[in-house]
Structures are given as structure tokens and as C-alpha cells.
């Protein structure tokens, strides 16, 4: 079907060109490894206090080193008119966003696999038996903040100031992302009972759903010209 | 001339005139006739703005939203108009009901500020406007513009239950909903000059929508006359 090759073949261009560069993955990763740095010299913490915090300068990690890969992903369309192809290419709009919501997602997935390890290292966490649980709550928050950043990285690579409007713009709408993965993250991390904090795992999954189906619709719009 | 422009111009005045006397006898009664509260006290009175102040951000947005999914739908550069000033003047009752919901939080709380579920989506909705208000100032093809804002503040409006859902969630402090579907948990005394109050806002929000709508459609007149402005779509 034509709608799964559009996907198939806008995420293997972006995993082509990001294999070949790499200057998505390793800004992305430098990024989150200076603010691991800031942190743990900001803050200083004993191993309660790092229980508390751990799981929200995580997120902080990942929601930072997202806007600086979400904020790039349309900027590559835009060299040599491929927008422009893109637009007038009889192909599904919405199969567009879903493959560049997919590539977006795998960047960031590698990124968190890459610096979790690095978190529980500086930090001294011990959470092995958890992995599963933390990698499922990654999965759904990673995909919340990238079902709207690139939705709205469509959108602002074609103003100006889009570097400063694009974060001004996504965080706020992702406060319940940012939320729902803290708490869980630290219901995980702290290894309580599932009970106390599957809310927020769904929560996630409500809004991811949401807003997959939102952004999906709205895509249309946004390349209407 | 667009219907909606000389609908506002006819209606307008009648508006503003009605918001000020709705507002001149809700402000008589909320401060003079009204009852001090058994345990506030006349702290209590503030509530007679802020829960108006409340109410009307959240029409704002309301009519940001329909007039967002209309202008996706119809193209209308009037409504696009109406979206831009419906926003502004909410981010306006946004900032009004935290400043008041502050002063009132000082006695009540014996604190400014607290990241309570109410206080803080009421924040995360101020801040979604504002992000609405700067990408509009930010780009200069209106056409596109009015797009990429109605696409804005759909998404924030679809986001805004979300947020208050999990803000709720994670900690919550705020007196309970007074009027209730359980039945009215605020006598009579209260509750009529809080009606007036709100209708009031109401009527001074519509009064100020239509005259920045106008004020907005003017502007863009007049860049169309220039011939600055690429779509005609005004003239």
C-alpha cells in the first residue's frame, strides 16, 4: 500500500541522512550529557534526595535533547525545495507526518538508550529489575513529545524566530507528558507496587493516543498551500 | 463591507453599555449589599472578580476554539480576526484571574502562590495563549499565519482537559466547585450578585472582542489598500 511505503520510505531517508551525518544523534547526546553535567554541580544530592530528583532531571534530559532534535526535523526539508516535492507528491499527507514522527521517534528512543545508562551510572541507581517497566514508560512519553514536536516543527521551520518559538510553543502543551512520565518514572525507580502509579502510565497512553489522532488530522493543514 | 464587521460596528455600543450598568449594580451588591463570609470575612469579596475573571478566560478560549475549527473550515479572514482578538482579550481575563486568584490566595492560604491543579492549568493556559500571541507576531504571511494559529489553538484546547486531569492528579488543594450539579453549596445572598458579576464580564468580554475584531479587520484594510498584503482576501 502506498500510505506504508510513503512511511517506509521518509523514515529510511531520515535514518539514511542521520546514519551518514550524525549530527542529529551526537547534538542530541552531547546535549544531555552537559545537562547531566549542570545538574549533578547545581544540585548537590544524597542518595535520597537523588530518588526524588532522578526522575525529573531525567525528563528534563530527554525533553531538552527532544526540542533540539524535533526543532531540526523539518529544517533538513527545506534544503533544495523538499517541501515543495513533498507537497506536490500525490501521497497522503498524513502518511508525511507519521513517517517523519517515526524517524523523530527512533532518534530520541536511541538518544535515552544511549544516556540512561549514563544516568544510572553518575547517579548510582539501582534499578535492574525495574528496566522493562522505565523502558515502557520511556516508549509513551518519548512518543507524547514527539507526536506534538513534530506537528509543531512542521509549523514553526516556516517563521522566523523559529528557534525560540518551537520549545515556547511545545512545552507548555506537553506539561501532562512531562507530569504523567516524572510520576511514573519515579514510581518505577522507587520499585513501588504497579498500583500507585499505572495513572500515569495511562495518562500517557490517553494523550499520545490523542494526540496522534489530532496532529494526524491537523497535519493536512499545515502543508495546505 | 463583511456581514460580521457591520453586525459588530451596529452592536457594539449596546454591549458596552450593558456591561457597565450589569457591572456598576454586581459591584454595588458584591460590595455593599452582600453578606461578609463566616470565616473570610470581607477577604471574601474579591471572589465577586475572580471567579468572573475565571469563568470569562475560559469562554475566551472556548470561542477561540470554535472560531478556530470555523476558520479551518470557511477560510473567513474576518474569523481569523475574531480568533486573534478573542485570544488577546483572554490572555487579558487569564492574567486578571491569577493576579486576583494571588491577592486572595494571601489571606485565604496565607500564600501568593501555590502549584495547586487550578492554579497551575490556569498558568499552563496563559501560557499556551501567549505562545499563540507570539507566533502570530512572528510571522508576516497572514494566510499562513491564521492557519498555523487556528492549528495552535485546537490543539491547545484539546490538550487543556489533559492538563487539568493531570495536574489534578498530582496535587490539589482549591476549594471545591461551589455550584454544583449536587446542588448550590452558596446561599442566595452570594450567588445573585456573583450572576451579575459574571454576566457583566460576559458582556464587557463581547463588548471588547468586538472592538478589537474591528480594530484588527481595520488594520489589515488598510495593509490591503497599501497592497502590502498578498491575499486580497479582505477587499
Known sequence: MIFFRVIRWIVWKDLLSEIRSRENISSMFFFALIIILIFSLSLSMDTEMVKEMIPGILWIAFSFTGIIGLGKSFLVETQNDCMENLLMAPIPKGAVYLGKLLGNFLFMLVVEIIIFPLFVIFFNLDIFGQIPMIMLICFLGTLGLAAMGTLLSAMTVQIKAREVMFPLMLLPLVVPVIIGAVEATKGAINADPLKLYQQWIQLLAVFDLVFLIVSYWLFEFILED | ?235
Open chain 2, 1 to 235: 463591507m463583511h456581514k460580521l464587521i457591520k453586525w459588530m460596528r451596529r452592536l457594539e455600543g449596546w454591549f458596552g453599555l450593558a456591561a457597565g450598568i450589569f457591572l456598576i449594580v454586581g459591584l454595588y451588591m458584591a460590595l455593599v449589599t452582600s453578606p461578609p463570609d463566616y470565616y473570610q470575612g470581607e477577604v471574601v469579596r474579591i471572589m465577586y472578580i475572580h471567579v468572573p475573571f475565571a469563568q470569562t478566560s475560559l469562554l475566551a478560549y472556548l470561542v477561540l476554539f470554535i472560531g478556530s475549527l470555523w476558520y479551518l473550515w470557511k477560510k473567513d479572514p474576518v474569523v481569523d480576526n475574531l480568533n486573534h482578538a478573542a485570544a488577546g482579550v483572554g490572555a487579558f481575563f487569564t492574567i486578571g484571574e491569577l493576579l486576583t486568584g494571588s491577592i486572595w490566595g494571601k489571606p485565604a492560604w496565607n500564600t501568593w502562590w501555590t502549584w495547586d491543579a487550578r492554579l497551575t492549568s490556569a498558568l499552563v493556559l496563559l501560557l499556551i495563549l501567549m505562545a499563540y500571541l507570539m507566533l502570530r507576531m512572528f510571522m508576516d504571511d497572514h494566510v499562513k499565519e491564521a492557519r498555523y494559529a487556528a492549528i495552535v489553538a485546537i490543539i491547545g484546547f484539546v490538550d487543556l482537559p489533559i492538563v487539568y486531569f493531570s495536574v489534578e492528579w498530582w496535587r490539589t488543594i482549591h476549594q471545591p466547585l461551589s455550584v454544583s450539579q449536587r446542588g448550590l453549596a452558596i446561599s442566595q445572598e452570594i450567588l445573585i450578585p456573583l450572576i451579575v458579576m459574571t454576566i457583566g464580564f460576559y458582556l464587557l468580554f463581547t463588548y471588547m472582542v468586538m472592538v478589537r475584531t474591528r480594530m484588527l479587520y481595520l488594520g489589515h484594510l488598510l495593509e490591503a489598500k497599501k497592497g502590502r498584503l498578498l491575499s486580497q482576501a479582505h477587499l
